[in-house]
């Protein structure tokens, strides 16, 4: 019995032949066509804002920070079910983190569990698009407006994903994806920065590139180029951006797999013991970035990727809730109780979804998670 693996990456067979043509061309380093190429893709698709690739979500993440200029003490509101990135970011400017609960019907952030935990020291709210599933951005855009908090969302599992008609991603005044080899569209590591406010377009230019304007620079609008503010080297290199490419091109075609799988998932897996089904509200759509479901207990978990493995199928839990790590604990950000965080910490399973995934391989799981519950009756 072959085992089928939780991830796979996918390739295209285009990648190396874009590559090639960086290697070729004798242009490696970051901003070059590829990369400027794959951020048109983007604006173009969101219609507004300015998208800047970066080396991953995390230091897109981390751009927000800065752009946010969150000083130390300021505090940040960001869910508790999530992973450390999201969190880490704004760390790293000093912030103080406000872990949130979960919604009860999806892991998103419970949108009205956040107006109690606003302080004049919040700056901003960090909402991430769990499974690629959008959070209720009007309600946090309206809380934000009235409190005049920044919302960057964490839109790294959110690609091609929509809120009310609108793509994730260009709502919040900011917000960052992810390009890491589990995710839909991918290019081993990967991660773009997306302005919506226009007031932060000029300065996500020189944080990208080492804290100086070379981006005007380079479109003729100053004759030399220098120091002028903080910053690292966020921008990836060409080839990186060339394998991004080689995705982008393919979205569809990948994007009406996953989905494939993800429909045959939920259609097998109905009304099987006390297997909890994903929720997708009705303001939101379905990217297919995870197909996950919830056990009724712990216990039942760990029984049940138990019995898949034996099965040669590999499932996996994901989060642990943040606010109980031993960082948030060193800290002292772990009084809150989030009940929800905690559920999905102890009861979520993810299933294997990747391309190559057949639909077959797809049936043959359902089956062995249907029989695990008849063997338990
Ligand atoms: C994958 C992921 C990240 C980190 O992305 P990298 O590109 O690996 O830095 C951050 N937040 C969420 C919700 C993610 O799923």
Redesign the pocket.
């Given at each position: 019995m072959e085992t089928i693996p939780f991830n796979k990456i996918y390739l295209t067979g285009k990648e190396m032949h874009y590559i090639s043509q960086t290697l070729t061309a004798g242009k490696t380093c970051g901003s070059g066509e590829f990369t400027h190429r794959c951020q048109s893709f983007f604006e173009n698709k969101f219609g507004k804002g300015k998208c800047l690739l970066t080396t991953?979500?995390?230091?897109a993440?981390e751009m927000c920070a800065m752009l946010a200029d969150i000083q130390p003490g300021d505090e940040v509101i960001v869910p508790s079910y999530?992973?450390v990135?999201?969190a880490l970011a704004f760390v790293r400017q000093g912030a103080k983190i406000i872990f949130a609960d979960s919604r009860r019907d999806n892991p998103g952030i419970d949108e009205t569990q956040l107006e109690a935990l606003i302080t004049p020291r919040t700056r901003a709210i960090v909402p991430?698009h769990?499974a690629g599933v959008a959070c209720d951005m009007d309600a946090l855009m309206n809380l934000a407006a009235r409190y005049n908090l920044l919302v960057i969302e964490?839109a790294?599992?959110a690609v091609d994903s929509f809120y009310k008609g609108r793509p994730l991603g260009t709502i919040g005044h900011l917000a960052?994806f992810?390009?890491?080899e589990?995710?839909n569209l991918q290019c081993g590591?990967?991660?773009m920065l997306v302005v919506n406010d226009p007031k932060f377009i000029k300065r996500a230019e020189i944080l990208w590139e080492k804290g100086t304007n070379r981006a005007e620079f380079f479109r003729g609008e100053i004759n030399k180029y220098g120091w002028v503010d903080t910053g690292s080297s966020f921008l990836p290199a060409e080839y990186v951006s060339a394998f991004l490419w080689a995705q982008l091109e393919e979205m569809d075609n990948i994007q009406k797999k996953r989905k494939a799988i993800w429909e045959t998932y939920y259609e097998h897996l109905q009304g099987i013991g006390r297997l909890t089904l994903p929720v997708i509200p009705d303001y939101a759509t379905n990217n297919a970035h995870a197909f996950y479901a919830i056990c009724s207990t712990p216990a039942e978990r760990t029984d049940l990727i138990a019995y898949l493995k034996e099965h040669g199928i590999h499932a996996v839990f994901h989060y642990l809730s943040l606010h109980k790590s031993a960082f948030a604990i060193s800290r002292h950000w772990n009084e809150a109780n989030l009940p929800q965080a905690d559920r999905y910490t102890d009861c979520l399973v993810r299933l294997p979804l990747f391309y190559d995934l057949s639909i077959e391989q797809v049936i043959r799981i359902s089956h062995t998670i249907q029989n695990f519950y008849n063997s338990r009756q």
């Open positions: 991953s979500c995390t230091d993440l999530t992973f990135s999201t991430v769990y964490d790294a599992q960052a992810s390009f890491h589990t995710k590591e990967g991660g």
